[in-house]
C-alpha cells in the first residue's frame, strides 16, 4: 500500500490514515491514499512527477493537496499533520477510519482500538462531536453500515439520533454524494433513525422497485430533489418519473402513449408507477420499434407550424395500433387531420 509514497517521501515521516487503512484491513479495493506528512505540497508534486498525474491543493485553510491519477490509487491526498499523529487521529469520525500505518515500518498507530471495531462489526465514534464537528458524517455514519455490513454501537447511534437536526447543514453536493451511495436498505435506516425527513424525503411503497440510485432519489424526494444540486439528466430523469402515469391497458395504442411519454426510461417509469408486469408488452413493442417513420414532416405538404408535429404523432400511433401501415395511409390521415385543424 505505501511503496509508491515510501519511494517519494523516503525516510521522511509519513502515515497512511483513514479509509486506506481500513479497506486495506477489509480487504477491499483500494481507490484512494490518505497520507499525512510534514509538506503536503512538496509531496504531492514529487508525487505527480514520478508516477504521473495532477497535484492541485484540496483545501488551502488546512494545507492539504491531492493528486489525481490516472491509475489505482485514483487519488492521492497529502495532509499535514503538525501536532503529531495521534493528534491527527483525534479528529477523525470512526475509530475503524482513526487507525494509520507508518510508511516504511508498516507500525500501526490505533489509540481507538479501530482494529477491534473492525473485526466486530461495529462502528464506534472516535469522540462526541464528531456529528457537530462535521453534520455530514451523520449521513456517512447510516452508508458505511450500509456499505460494509456494520452497526453502530448503542452510544454512538444515541448521539447520531440527538444530532439529526444538523443533517440539512452540510453542502447539498455533499449530501447528495452520501444518499447515492445507499442501497435500499440504507435508505430503510436512514428513515429510521430520523435522518431522512428533515432533508425532505419519505419512503413509499415501490421505492425498492428498481436497484438503482436515481431511481431511488426520485421515489423518495419525488419534487423535494429540486433542492439538492442534482445533474441536468438526473432533473430530466426525474421529470420523467414524476409526469408518468400508468397505461390505461395493455393495448398496442396505450403502450405507445406510454412510451411516447416516458422513453428512454419506460421501464423505469412502469416500475414507478407500479405497473411492472406490463415490462414484457414494453419490450416487446421496443423490438417492433420500425426503424423509419411512414413519413416526414417535410412530406405532408402542410405549411410549418406545430400542427405538423401533433400530425406525425397521430401518424406514429396510429402504427403502432395497427390502423394504418403504408405511405399512402399515412399521407391519407394527414390530409384527414389538416382538413379538421382549425384555420
Not at 195 to 200: A, D, F
Request: with cysteine; glycine share 8%; net charge negative.
Amino acid at each position: 500500500m505505501d511503496e509508491r509514497v515510501r519511494e517519494v517521501l523516503g525516510d521522511e515521516e509519513a502515515w497512511i490514515v483513514g479509509g486506506a487503512v481500513r479497506d486495506e484491513l477489509l480487504g477491499r479495493p483500494l481507490l484512494d491514499l490518505d497520507v499525512a506528512c510534514r509538506q503536503p505540497r512538496d509531496a504531492a508534486v514529487r508525487y505527480a512527477r514520478r508516477f504521473g498525474g495532477v497535484a492541485f491543493p484540496l483545501s488551502e485553510r488546512h494545507g492539504a493537496w491531492r493528486v489525481a491519477a490516472a491509475d489505482a490509487p485514483q487519488t492521492v491526498d497529502f495532509t499535514p499533520s503538525p501536532n503529531g499523529i495521534e493528534a491527527d487521529l483525534s479528529s477523525r469520525d470512526f475509530t475503524f477510519n482513526a487507525i494509520a500505518v507508518r510508511v516504511g515500518s508498516g507500525d500501526f498507530c490505533d489509540p481507538y482500538d479501530g482494529r477491534a471495531d473492525l473485526a466486530d462489526g461495529c462502528l464506534r465514534a472516535v469522540s462526541d462531536s464528531i456529528f457537530l464537528d462535521d453534520p455530514l458524517r451523520l449521513l456517512r455514519a447510516v452508508r458505511l453500515e450500509d456499505e460494509l455490513g456494520f452497526s453502530m454501537d448503542a452510544h454512538t447511534e444515541e448521539l447520531l439520533r440527538a444530532s439529526t437536526a444538523l443533517v440539512t447543514l452540510s453542502a447539498g453536493e455533499r449530501i447528495l454524494g452520501e444518499l447515492r451511495r445507499l442501497s435500499a436498505a440504507g435508505y430503510r435506516r436512514l428513515d429510521d433513525v430520523g435522518l431522512l425527513e428533515p432533508l425532505g424525503g419519505r419512503l413509499v411503497k415501490g421505492f425498492d422497485a428498481l436497484d438503482d440510485s436515481d431511481f431511488r432519489l426520485v421515489a423518495v424526494f419525488r419534487e423535494n430533489l429540486a433542492t439538492l444540486p442534482i445533474s441536468n439528466d438526473i432533473r430530466r430523469y426525474a421529470t420523467t418519473m414524476l409526469r408518468a402515469r400508468a397505461p390505461a391497458d395493455s393495448s398496442s395504442r396505450a403502450i405507445h402513449r406510454f412510451r411516447r411519454e416516458t422513453e428512454p426510461w419506460s421501464l423505469d417509469a412502469l416500475a414507478f408507477v407500479g405497473a411492472q408486469e406490463l415490462a414484457g408488452v414494453v419490450q416487446e413493442a421496443r423490438r417492433a420499434e420500425p426503424p423509419e417513420p411512414l413519413v416526414r414532416g417535410d412530406e405532408l405538404g402542410i405549411p410549418p407550424g406545430p400542427a405538423i408535429g401533433r400530425i406525425l404523432a397521430a401518424i406514429a400511433e396510429e402504427r403502432a395500433a395497427g390502423t394504418i401501415s403504408t405511405r399512402e395511409d399515412a399521407l391519407d390521415l394527414a390530409r384527414s387531420l389538416a382538413a379538421e385543424a382549425p384555420s
